[in-house]
């Protein structure tokens, strides 16, 4: 069965920075688009960044040149380097795997969501 577990998120202040990873088991992370998105209560969720199988990494106009999306194939993980974080960064953060190399906003695997809030 396909599983993806969430971890690093946490309390920090404006400014400061946070990783987060991504463990995936049941199938390899070489092979698929990956992505993460986050959700803030009462709001529909939203994309932060993806990675294709080969490469194209994008990100949301929030994101861009703050966060860094990355993968190890070989640990079978996914990343989110997230420096210079803001109040409105706080949400819960998920990754999230789809079935095809590229990234198509098809997503069939999700996991259970690690919090992130910045606060002064």
């Known amino acids: 069965q396909v599983q993806l577990a969430e971890s690093g998120g946490g309390l920090v202040h404006p400014g400061e920075s946070l990783r987060l990873s991504c463990q995936m088991s049941g199938r390899a992370t070489r092979y698929y688009c990956m992505g993460w998105f986050r959700q803030v209560s009462g709001q529909e969720r939203e994309e932060v960044a993806t990675?294709?199988?080969?490469?194209?990494?994008k990100y949301s106009d929030a994101a861009k040149g703050r966060f860094t999306i990355s993968r190890d194939n070989n640990k079978n993980t996914l990343h989110l380097q997230m420096n210079s974080l803001k109040p409105d960064d706080t949400a819960v953060y998920y990754c999230?795997?789809?079935?095809?190399?590229?990234?198509?906003?098809?997503?069939?695997?999700w996991g259970q969501g690690t919090q992130v809030t910045v606060s002064s």
């Open positions: 990675m294709g199988a080969y490469g194209n990494n």
């Open positions: 999230a795997a789809a079935t095809a190399a590229y990234c198509s906003n098809a997503w069939s695997y």
